[in-house]
């Protein structure tokens, strides 16, 4: 992932964490705490995701929580609720095609948007790791979607 850069429009909290997790090979960052008002401290498994930018074709890496299901990652195209979709997800749409850092190890994968039962049953494991998701939903007139990165030999 040497020629991926991060992309210019994180929160700097997500630059802060993504540097760790970067430099460290991924033996600092995979297992991210924080604390919720409300909810306490809370620890939430991280990956890097990488995606080819739809528009410059230029790599771009992007910190975001994950769970698992089968073999497969999946993440959650949230924006903490904004009304459009994170440009990751929008590189997934047009550019399936990924990297992903998961601690330590290094994954090529294909995400793909998770629909229907499969979508209803992710999104409720991911309320297990990241709660605020459920509020996030409610902010937005958007589906949020769930992404599967299915892991490719």
């Given at each position: ?26 033996t600092d960052?995979?297992m ?36 698992t ?67 996030y ?17």
């Open positions: 992932m040497a020629e991926a850069k991060l992309a210019t429009n994180l929160p700097d909290w997500m630059v802060e964490h993504a540097r760790r997790y970067l430099a460290s090979g991924g960052g995979h991210y705490k924080t604390t919720l008002p409300g909810r306490g401290e809370i620890t939430v498994p991280s990956l890097l995701l990488t995606t080819t930018g739809r528009k410059s074709g230029e790599k771009f890496v992007f910190p975001l929580y994950y769970g299901t089968g073999s497969s990652y999946f993440v959650v195209a949230s924006k903490g609720g904004a009304p459009q979709h994170p440009g990751w997800y929008l590189n997934i749409l047009a550019n399936p095609e990924v990297e992903i850092q998961v601690g330590t190890r290094k994954i090529k994968a294909r995400g793909r948007t998770a629909t229907g039962e499969e979508r209803a049953r992710l999104w409720e494991k991911a309320l297990e790791f990241w709660p605020p998701y459920a509020e939903q409610l902010k937005t007139e958007r589906e949020i979607p769930v992404v599967v990165l299915d892991p490719i030999q």
